[in-house]
């Protein structure tokens, strides 16, 4: 008796592990909220009932860097906030990801001052940046779907 005549037409999937890690990482990421300004707002209300991110795996906001893979800075970074940012990020588990949400976020946007940092990626490596000011939660959801294809392109690392 072999497989044909267990499954019947169902028929068999395989994939490669590589895809498999990838779909896995894709809908299960865990964002950590790190709001700072008024992207925050319209980053909460993607996470209600109208935008609705759990469908995406994301049903709750992690305040914890070690639950989270998914870093969302939305807002202006001032330099006092840079080194908090950078250690919750470095605090993150391997691999995680990181959209800029906003124009404060991405080039300090209106503020062009002494006290702000002119963009997160001088802190932190940005994979997707979400334009707006504030950005509409129908941004914020185009970012994550973007992250999503960047993510199932990835390349499994031999860790050492």
């Avoid at 068999?12 to 700072?36: D, H, Q, Y």
């Avoid at 870093?71 to 691999?95: C, E, F, T």
Wanted: with cysteine.
């Amino acid at each position: 008796m072999g497989v044909e005549q267990k499954l019947g037409n169902m028929g068999v999937v395989t994939i490669s592990l590589e895809n498999a890690v990838n779909w896995a990482r894709t809908n299960a990421m865990w964002p950590m909220l790190f709001g700072l300004a008024c992207c925050a707002i319209e980053m909460m209300s993607a996470q209600s009932a109208h935008y609705d991110m759990s469908r995406f795996g994301m049903e709750l906001m992690r305040a914890s860097p070690r639950q989270s893979d998914l870093m969302i800075v939305a807002g202006r970074v001032s330099r006092k906030m840079a080194p908090v940012l950078r250690r919750l990020y470095d605090q993150m588990p391997d691999p995680k990801w990181v959209i800029s949400m906003g124009d404060c976020a991405s080039c300090s946007g209106v503020f062009n001052n002494y006290a702000l940092v002119q963009g997160v990626d001088e802190v932190v490596p940005v994979d997707v940046y979400v334009a707006g000011c504030p950005p509409r939660p129908e941004a914020l959801l185009h970012g994550i779907l973007t992250l999503h294809e960047k993510v199932k392109n990835e390349k499994m690392v031999k860790w050492s």
